[in-house]
């Protein structure tokens, strides 16, 4: 019995082992501990960072995830939300901004480096074009094609791209090599919240 127990026990400590470490593929080229992640300082703390977003006026439905590798050591972070009746976007390359600052400067977990997502629903009569905010605010390469934009339900799906883990998108013509450097050392610095990025119809 006790040598059965030191089996399972040790068994138990192997799949806990393996399951920290992370094996990216068949040919485990990486692991979870290669991947920059819970910096002991700068940003804030993700439920800080959440707490800022949803206290941003108009907004509903919030749905925030992210900061985990996939097994091929990709980071993303995804900000799904709605604008309320009545509300429209006002400043909207500022918005992309401090959302994507916002996500960067986030300590916990894995550092993003693969795309962030801004994903929003806005009304038909007001739609919000998120990708064409982050072209104008320099996050997407100018004359691009890249997100979705539906101007006839108002919902936009905006990505943000980082080279990646192996760095394959560095040099694609989705700007993640510009986008890194523009971000600067991880965690960043916790963004001021602008003024006047969402407000009421009149």
């Known amino acids: 019995m006790g040598s059965r127990r030191s089996f399972l026990r040790a068994s138990l400590a192997g799949i806990m082992v393996l399951g920290l470490a992370g094996c990216g593929g ?6 979870n501990a290669d991947l920059p992640h819970d910096a002991p300082s700068g940003g804030w703390a993700r439920a800080d960072m959440e707490s800022a977003i949803r206290a941003l006026p108009g907004i509903e439905d919030v749905s925030i995830s992210g900061w985990e590798p996939n097994t091929k050591g990709n980071v993303g972070v995804a900000l799904r939300f709605s604008l ?3 509300y429209t976007v006002s400043r909207g390359p500022a918005l ?4 994507v600052e916002s996500a960067w400067s986030v300590r916990q ?3 993003p480096n693969a795309a962030i997502t801004i994903a929003v629903r ?3 009569e007001d739609p919000f ?3 064409a905010a982050a072209r104008a ?6 004359g691009g094609d890249l997100g979705r934009f539906n101007p006839e339900t108002g919902y936009s799906v905006t990505e943000v791209w980082l080279p990646g883990h192996d760095g394959v998108r560095a040099d694609s013509g989705l700007g993640a090599r510009e986008n890194l450097d523009r971000l ?15 407000t009421r119809r009149p």
């Open 26 to 31: 068949p040919d485990g080229t990486w692991s």
């Open 84 to 86: 309320a009746a009545g």
């Open 96 to 99: 992309i901004t401090y959302l």
């Open 109 to 111: 977990g894995y550092m």
């Open 122 to 124: 806005s009304s038909p």
């Open 129 to 131: 074009d998120g990708p």
């Open 137 to 142: 605010a320099g996050w997407l390469p100018a």
């Open 184 to 198: 600067g050392t991880w965690p960043g610095p916790v963004p001021a919240t602008p003024d006047g990025l969402i």
